[in-house]
């Protein structure tokens, strides 16, 4: 059973702080990593994805992934109120070009 | 340009009734996703399409649950018969090629009483 764990959270951090959120996998063969943001009563939509290790950033969120340690996490600087939503790791299945995945999901409150 | 349209954004249904969720896919995209979220299990890939031909329904439940995907336009996932363990939030989502963004439709609340 291919495994995605994230902490349910729910992960608070004050207006201006960094938000961190973990994600680990368990399919080694897994090539592409992916966070989405859902706010409640939305759909899921796409933050980032990374496929090599490091670091990979965009705007105030960055991605990082250790392939080694099986191991992806996102960082949000500058966090703000409209951060707060349930952000979902997402990791391709098998080196499948399509089958994702889904964490059950750590929900963010960014606090004013 | 429009996203994915899903119909309808809620049903409440008897358990034992038919339940026909219905998706239309962005415009040139042709791989179309169901899935299926819950609080227990999260967010699950029921069956997948690529132009139009069903790759993937490892998926879905069990016999009840059907999906077909007449044209590059249109999508339905259908129940029947309904139980109170399908209630759940079911969306569509599609994406273009091999291009990696899924873009997800509103999805559909289903309530089985």
């Known amino acids: 059973q291919k495994e995605v764990e994230q902490n349910s959270g729910p992960l608070s951090v004050p207006e201006g702080a960094i938000a961190s959120l973990n994600c680990t996998y368990s399919?080694?063969?897994?090539?592409?990593f992916f966070w989405y943001r859902q706010y409640s009563g939305k759909s899921p939509e796409l933050i980032m994805f990374?496929?090599?290790?490091g670091d990979k950033e965009d705007g105030r969120f960055t991605a990082q992934l250790n392939k080694a340690s099986q191991y992806v996490s996102l960082l949000i600087r500058d966090s703000q109120p409209s951060d707060s939503a349930t952000y979902l790791c997402?990791?391709?299945?098998?080196?499948?070009?399509?089958?994702?995945?889904f964490g059950k999901g750590t929900l963010l409150t960014v606090n004013p | 340009d429009a996203g994915v349209i899903q119909s309808p954004r809620h049903e409440v249904t008897e358990m034992g009734q038919e339940v026909t969720l219905r998706c239309k896919p962005i415009?040139?995209?042709?791989?179309l996703f169901w899935y299926r979220q819950t609080m227990m299990r999260g967010l699950e890939l029921l069956i997948y399409?690529?132009?139009?031909?069903?790759?993937?329904d490892s998926g879905m439940p069990e016999d009840r649950f059907s999906a077909k995907m007449p044209n590059a336009s249109f999508s339905t996932l259908k129940i029947q018969p309904s139980e109170p363990r399908d209630s759940a939030v079911y969306f569509c989502?599609?994406?273009?090629?091999?291009?990696?963004?899924?873009?997800f439709g509103p999805g559909t609340r289903l309530l089985v009483l």
């Open positions: 989502a599609s994406k273009r090629g091999l291009g990696e963004t899924q873009y």
């Open positions: 399919d080694r063969g897994s090539q592409s």
């Open positions: 990374i496929y090599s290790n």
């Open positions: 997402a990791v391709n299945s098998g080196g499948s070009n399509y089958k994702l995945t």
């Open positions: 415009s040139g995209h042709n791989s």
């Open positions: 399409f690529n132009n139009n031909v069903p790759i993937d």
